[in-house]
């Protein structure tokens, strides 16, 4: 409890508080943005770390990762296009209720569920966040080994359509992170002296989030605008309060696990909450036509979720979605190591951050539900102007790495990998993960064997360790008898009749 | 013989429409909707949506006009209107114009004022009631 | 320069049966580097007597499992597996993929790195932004300019007096 009051006075420190201010806002900003996301702005801010201080930058990431959902959820109302799979669910049922003259109930349900879900998670965040890592800290090298080892699988393996081009995806990560005289000899660096540091991971992300996508986006640009609702200030009847209510708390409920489970995601809760909302609401014929039940059960879902991801990242330093890998990160620019002894060494970030959290969401409820109008109106920035300056920052952000131009040749070269991946159907974040966790694969792998004398039998020497190779070989069978069913009955091509798809992914 | 007006879904171009719409009724003549977005961004609010110019058009038949809609996505907004109004072989184009300061002359540049110095047809420059 | 007109990916989408011949590139490239990286790692000495992991040991397993999973694409390619390309906000994926944008692009981001050293980043910087709106289809290229040169002297003093960091300023040194 002292802790969590330490926690406040960082977060409350007038530098700090604007931190957390720029952050949400420019997380708001990037969410309504189309192609920008807030891995992409994360990644093209990662520059700030070079002087601001560590609690100060993350506390401003964690606002602007909070932001970005609550952005990306206007959008999807006023212009029916979800901007991360997360909110598929509400680009379907907000914009629907937001054409039948009911967008600022959307709006407001949205925001103010995911100020909900936001707080209770973080609350739940202060109670786990210790006591998981006391239980964490216990782990020997080889336990850790084989929860990073089922890390890559669950990220490979859960998200996307394709295990084989999730694997595809992690393997190229696995081998950029090779790049470089870590152990001592050169490996993968062609003779060339500029690579014997190894690959700059910022550059990796940026080229990998920003170039990539800024690429992809304008090869296939978008000619005819999209048709905005017109809305004003979001605000809900006492009836619609009581429609909301419920599905925040098991949004929330959903949400939260997922978030916290390695690779568990934001989509698969918010799909749940739907379905679930549809079966106990007493207006099931509304659902597919603008139920605000189907918005606040998923947003909640999906704001909870993003609570959720911070249990791992702060207690195992495992991040489960790009964004908080670019969180990590910023962190290790630092030189701190998230994982185990993340809160024994540093509890006056974590705590700050924790802390943090609870502001970052209380601002953007202040700043979202007077101003979504103002916000709606950043769609009108001409595309042309708005990529150009991604590209800018960009290639800001690579050079000021080591102000050497053969990073932005490299930078070059990342960015169409990343436009090819989006080409292939390739997820970007098993590479992201299989770069920034290889080199920590190694590590623990040799300390391991460097305690066990180098006998191998180390490895499963341990109970967890056991039982996590136990969890891996399950989701290994999973996927070959999914493999060998997949084949008998071929998958139905997605239908975009919404109803079915929702049953569909529900199912899975 | 028709009457194109270059038409954007705000009050300046309702104020044209509806004189345009006036001039077409008493002559008789065809009206020309030019509804038309560079697509620059990802939402253009003068670009009017779908359902709504349809609604306008099927208003405007229902009254007895022949009306034509060019609702379309063009390089550039003020030749799409100068070019619709050679091809349709217009006698008037209608445009709805807005007060702008000498700054904002100077940053934005005016459709309207492009419609008027490059247009080979006669050009009324219309303003909403009460600017 | 004229692939924006001949539209193959349209069509091939449309019709089941005819394979995604792009996706072998994907695969030869994954052969290529799986292969590259197995020769770099039996290029490897052994450890130090400190080291109970070979500094070859995961070169070996990234590179078998880069060349396994060439194969693998490539035999999926050949049984009709496509892939879903990654939708987005603001992307339009009805139409083919615009080749000469992407081109131009990065030939302006090539140009930007060659030049940086001589001209410094306030120069290239504007310049990159004018180019690449200009590639985007603005045309309104004194603002453009005007906003890049904004942007880059402002990030260039924005770095130098907020973050302590001076970006190289190339031919203006002494000028900022």
């Known amino acids: ?508 | 013989m028709s009457i194109v007006v270059a038409y954007s879904a705000d009050r300046y171009g309702e104020a044209a429409l509806d004189h345009a719409v006036g001039l077409a009724r008493k002559d008789g003549t065809r009206l020309v909707i030019v509804n038309a977005t560079q697509g620059g961004s990802l939402v253009d609010r003068r670009f009017a949506h779908d359902a709504d110019i349809e609604a306008v058009r099927d208003r405007l038949v229902a009254e007895g006009l022949t009306v034509v809609v060019r609702h379309e996505v063009v390089p550039d907004v003020a030749d799409a209107v100068v070019a619709a109004a050679e091809e349709e072989q217009a006698t008037l184009i209608v445009v709805g114009i807005r007060h702008r300061t000498p700054v904002g002359k100077l940053l934005l540049g005016s459709v309207a004022q492009r419609i008027i110095l490059e247009a080979h047809s006669p050009v009324l420059a219309v303003k909403p009631a009460a600017e | ?176």
């Open chain 1, 1 to 508: 409890m002292d802790l969590l009051l330490d926690g406040f006075q960082t977060a409350l420190t007038p530098e700090n508080l604007l931190f957390a201010l720029i952050g949400v806002l420019l997380g708001t900003a990037v969410g309504v943005l189309p192609g920008i996301g807030p891995a992409m702005a994360l990644a093209l801010l990662l520059p700030v770390t070079y002087s601001v201080g560590v609690d100060s930058a993350i506390i401003m990431f964690a606002g602007i990762y909070y932001g970005g959902m609550y952005g990306g959820s206007t959008t999807s109302i006023l212009l029916n296009t979800p901007g991360e799979s997360s909110s598929v669910i509400t680009a379907i049922e907000g914009n629907k209720m937001a054409k039948s003259g009911r967008a600022a109930q959307a709006l407001a349900t949205a925001a103010i569920g995911s100020f909900v879900a936001g707080t209770i998670g973080t609350v739940l965040l202060w109670v786990l966040v210790p006591r998981v890592a006391d239980i964490v800290v216990t782990l020997g090298a080889p336990s850790y080994f084989a929860v990073m080892v089922l890390a890559f699988f669950a990220v490979t393996m859960v998200l996307g359509s394709s295990k084989l081009r999730g694997f595809i995806s992690l393997f190229l990560g696995l081998g950029i992170a090779l790049v470089g005289t870590a152990t001592g000899q050169a490996r993968l660096t062609f003779g060339n002296a500029q690579l014997a540091d190894g690959i700059d991971v910022v550059v990796v992300a940026v080229g990998i989030f920003a170039i990539g996508e800024a690429l992809w986006v304008a090869a296939h640009l978008r000619r005819k605008p999209l048709e905005i609702i017109p809305v004003g200030q979001p605000w809900m009847s006492r009836d619609d309060w009581k429609r909301s209510w419920k599905p925040w708390l098991r949004g929330t409920a959903f949400g939260f696990p997922f978030g916290a489970v390695p690779a568990g995601g934001a989509e698969v809760p918010t799909f749940l909450s739907y379905a679930t909302e549809q079966k106990l609401s007493k207006h099931p014929e509304e659902f597919g036509k603008g139920a605000i039940e189907g918005v606040a059960g998923p947003e909640a879902a999906n704001n909870a979720s993003a609570a959720g991801t911070m249990l791992p990242l702060l207690t195992l330093g495992l991040p489960t979605t790009a964004t908080a890998t670019i969180m990590l990160l910023a962190l290790q620019s630092y030189g701190i190591q998230p994982g185990p002894q993340l809160l024994t060494n540093e509890p006056a970030l974590v705590w700050g951050l924790l802390a943090s959290l609870v502001i970052a969401n209380a601002l953007l409820l202040v700043i979202n539900l007077p101003m979504a109008p103002l916000w709606a109106k950043l769609l009108q920035i001409p595309r042309p102007q708005l990529y150009a300056g991604i590209l800018f920052f960009a290639t800001l952000g690579a050079y000021t790495a080591n102000f050497a131009p053969f990073d932005l040749a490299l930078l070059v070269a990342l960015g169409l990998l990343g436009l090819a991946m989006r080409r292939f159907g390739l997820p970007v974040l098993p590479l992201i993960v299989g770069v920034i966790l290889g080199p920590a694969l190694e590590l623990q792998l040799t300390t391991a064997l460097q305690i066990s004398d180098g006998d191998v039998s180390t490895l499963w020497g341990e109970p967890v360790a056991v039982a996590v190779y136990a969890v891996i070989g399950l989701m290994l069978v999973a996927m070959a008898v999914g493999a060998v069913r997949g084949r008998r009955t071929p998958a139905a091509p997605a239908t975009p009749t919404e109803n079915d798809e929702t049953e569909e992914l529900v199912n899975r």
């Open chain 3, 1 to 176: 320069m004229t692939t924006t007109d001949t539209n193959p990916t349209g069509e091939t989408r449309a019709s089941a049966t005819v394979v995604d011949k792009a996706q072998y590139g994907l695969a030869g490239f994954l052969v290529i580097a799986g292969g590259y990286v197995l020769y770099d790692a039996s290029t490897l000495d052994k450890a130090f007597a400190d080291q109970p992991v070979q500094p070859y040991a995961l070169p070996y397993l990234v590179g078998a499992a880069l060349l396994l999973l060439g194969v693998l694409l490539a035999v999926a390619t050949a049984r009709g597996d496509k892939p879903e390309a990654e939708e987005g906000e603001d992307v339009d994926l009805s139409q083919g993929t615009d080749l000469r944008t992407i081109g131009l692009l990065v030939a302006v981001l090539v140009a930007n790195l060659l030049l940086i050293d001589w001209l410094g980043w306030a120069i290239t910087g504007a310049l990159l932004f004018a180019g690449t709106t200009y590639v985007l289809g603005s045309r309104t290229w004194v603002r453009n300019l005007a906003i890049g040169a904004a942007l880059s002297f402002g990030s260039w003093y924005g770095f130098y007096v907020g973050l302590g960091l001076p970006i190289p300023a190339g031919i203006l040194d002494g000028v900022l």
